[in-house]
């Protein structure tokens, strides 16, 4: 039954109807499958005939109905609903997340101080309070996080202030870098450096976090800040440590495309080597299309013998590959040959396939990969 479309189902409820028997299961899956189909005048349709009929319509159904009329800028018609569910179901709660989407919809609508008046007749008890904000979902995270993107990306200082004390005091969130962002980035939106500085500044002596770092540190960057730029590095050295620190640097100069600023810090004497952070930076540049920041970390760490170049390579052959650039994989190889660099035998079988894919000759051996029995047979 749960694969039947809307016209079947309410065809099965008339059928049943028509033989006297009971269509309670098949109107709760009925009413379930309108909502999933993100049709509003359909569920109005269907909601009233079903309340019509007397049918007990349940809350998490209730529920459904107001978050879809809200995600989909119905405000009134939630709030209608809402009301009136509320009316005769004086015990009825939306969850903590649809509480967030409808005062979304409130802000989308321009109607700041409704939505914080919502917020507080709706913030959760004391044992619903929300103590450890990592142990809360994704979903209710991204929810508080739209909320306050909302009116950082306005430009609006005080109502993003507001809205974030608000939430804190009532128990919604607590403080961490994903609502912490906003107080950052609603005074970068305004293109006001010193306030975005001061703030960040606050942030990191009041909850020893670092909210928008990269984006600030970039910000500087651009704007050739050497002061408040060696007062982030210093704060942040408070926070992470100074080799943390000196690598997120090194990356923000490298996404800025300030290689020889980047290389300075990589030569600093006593900087220990952190591998994990090389690679999970050449990771996450492959993954967001960022060829031009793994090109400059290529350039930033070259000759430099302290420092393993394999993973550099290695991302960036495979951004080259998903970006159907032939030429540029087979100089990927002819570069480090001309650099000393060895080739790792994952490197050589994917830059090989990829050439002969592509029809051009290749010029080293392939490796050959072992198969499970090889490997064994030679134990």
């Not at 509003?40 to 309340?51: I, S, W």
């Not at 909210?211 to 730029?229: G, S, V, Y």
């Amino acid at each position: 039954m749960s694969n039947l479309s809307v016209p079947q189902l309410e065809r099965l409820i008339a059928d049943l109807e028509a033989r006297k028997e009971n269509t309670n299961g098949v109107k709760s899956q009925l009413i379930r499958s309108v909502i999933r189909t993100n049709d509003v005048a359909k569920t109005k349709e269907v909601l009233q005939k079903l309340e019509n009929e007397n049918y007990v319509v349940s809350p998490g159904v209730y529920g459904l109905t107001i978050d879809m009329y809200a995600t989909n800028g119905k405000v009134e018609e939630a709030f209608e609903l809402l009301k009136s569910v509320k009316a005769r179901q004086p015990d009825f709660m939306l969850d903590r997340v649809k509480v967030i989407r409808l005062a979304q919809s409130l802000l989308e609508g321009e109607r700041f101080d409704e939505a914080v008046r919502f917020l507080e007749e709706n913030a959760p008890s004391e044992a619903g309070k929300v103590e450890n904000q990592r142990e809360v979902d994704f979903v209710y995270n991204s929810a508080c996080w739209r909320l306050l993107n909302t009116l950082a990306e306005k430009g609006n200082v005080q109502q993003v202030n507001q809205l974030f004390e608000h939430l804190q005091c009532k128990g919604y969130i607590t403080p961490q870098n994903i609502f912490l962002g906003s107080l950052i980035k609603v005074h970068l939106v305004r293109d006001d450096l010193p306030a975005a500085m001061s703030t960040f500044a606050d942030i990191c002596q009041k909850h020893r976090l670092t909210p928008w770092k990269t984006e600030l540190t970039c910000r500087l960057i651009q704007a050739e800040d050497a002061t408040n730029l060696q007062r982030l590095t210093d704060l942040s050295t408070e926070v992470h440590g100074e080799v943390n620190s000196l690598y997120d640097l090194v990356f923000a100069f490298v996404d800025c495309g300030r290689i020889r600023q980047a290389r300075k810090i990589l030569e600093t004497p006593g900087l220990r080597t952190r591998y994990q952070r090389i690679q999970t930076a050449c990771e996450r540049y492959q993954q967001e299309g960022k060829t031009a920041s793994l090109e400059g970390l290529m350039e930033a760490t070259k000759d430099l013998s302290h420092i393993d170049r394999s993973e550099i390579y290695h991302k960036l052959l495979q951004s080259y590959i998903a970006e159907k650039d032939a030429t540029k994989s087979l100089g990927l190889w002819t570069r480090m040959q001309e650099e000393s660099v060895a080739p790792s035998d994952a490197f050589l079988m994917e830059l090989g396939d990829f050439l002969k894919s592509n029809g051009y000759e290749v010029p080293f051996a392939i490796p050959v990969q072992a198969s499970p029995e090889d490997t064994t047979s030679s134990r």
